[in-house]
């Protein structure tokens, strides 16, 4: 079996970005970085779904996106509804503010009990949550999740919140906890401790957009390791092991154009730089932007209960 074929076949986690444009203008997303140019395309429902079907094995399929937000793509019901006869379970990841009530309450009669739709909220006040989630209404939000709970009897929807520095006392004192028990489900996260400001178009208070000194230093720990390994990698004085995070879970991510991308930090990190579907080049750390996941920086993340970067 070709290494095309095997990654075809083996990949059961399926991560798409549908269209390459938001609606909203968070100042960490991938969108900002100086080394990305990201343009609007969207590709015909036929076209995703017959690539789709060269997963046989696919079991999960997350509309989340590097760099989209997927509610934007125009023929996502049919998507899901594609998504759904092949008993495939769908993830939306969503700023949530988009459309109206009516499209949501729609998307709400589509999906299914083993589906999540995660509605990201960062304050219970606009003033609050629009620092981070810029160019988005948080009373739209909320009558949008709303709308869609009324359709969908099953529970699915989560309210994502990302604890910053900003608002870590708003959580604290209680005032978000009106929104949370508007949903069904609860996910907290800390933010992503990316890189240095200079990677961005826009300057930005990088400092406000941290939850805590300490996740900065366990972060720049990391980058700093990695970094090192890869020079001595290509300088040949150390050999080191990767440990794929894609090649365990058997996901790949598939970017607007339908190229496909081990992860989205490959997609991020390298988007000139295509993979030819061979796990065992990613094994034998020939790719710079893999040096994320070698072993020792992957048992680091692992041990502090960190995201990938």
């Not at 969108?31 to 995703?48: A, F, G, M, P, T």
């Not at 969503?94 to 909220?121: C, K, M, Q, R």
């Not at 607007?256 to 930090?265: A, I, K, L």
């Amino acid at each position: 079996m070709s290494a095309s074929n095997d990654a075809l076949i083996r990949s059961e986690r399926i991560e798409i970005d549908l269209t390459g444009t938001c609606n909203a203008k968070c100042p960490l997303c991938a969108r900002n970085y100086k080394h990305i140019e990201v343009k609007y395309n969207e590709r015909h429902l036929n076209e995703i779904t017959n690539q789709l079907d060269q997963f046989p094995n696919a079991k999960y399929v997350h509309l989340v996106g590097a760099f989209s937000e997927p509610t934007l793509y125009r023929s996502i019901f049919d998507l899901c509804r594609y998504l759904r006869k092949r008993d495939i379970t769908i993830e939306i990841c969503t700023n949530g503010d988009t459309h109206n009530p009516e499209w949501w309450a729609e998307l709400g009669t589509i999906l299914g009990p083993d589906d999540s739709v995660y509605f990201t909220v960062c304050g219970s006040t606009q003033e609050l949550h629009e620092i981070y989630r810029v160019n988005t209404s948080l009373a739209n939000i909320r009558a949008n999740a709303k709308a869609f709970r009324e359709t969908n009897p099953y529970g699915i929807d989560y309210i994502q919140h990302i604890l910053f520095d900003y608002n870590a006392e708003d959580l604290e004192n209680g005032s978000m906890d009106e929104l949370l028990n508007e949903f069904s489900n609860i996910n907290l996260t800390q933010t992503l401790y990316r890189r240095e400001t200079e990677v961005y178009k826009n300057p930005f208070n990088l400092d406000k957009m941290l939850i805590t000194p300490e996740l900065k230093r366990k972060y720049d720990v990391i980058i700093n390791s990695a970094k090192k390994k890869w020079g001595e990698k290509v300088s040949g004085s150390k050999d080191y092991d990767i440990d794929c995070r894609s090649f365990h879970n058997k996901s790949i991510h598939i970017d607007q154009h339908g190229t496909v991308f081990p992860c989205y930090v490959w997609l991020e990190e390298s988007r000139l730089e295509k993979w030819d579907l061979d796990y065992k080049k990613i094994q034998n750390f020939e790719y710079e932007c893999c040096q994320i996941c070698e072993k020792n920086c992957k048992r680091l993340m692992d041990m502090w209960e960190l995201e990938i970067l």
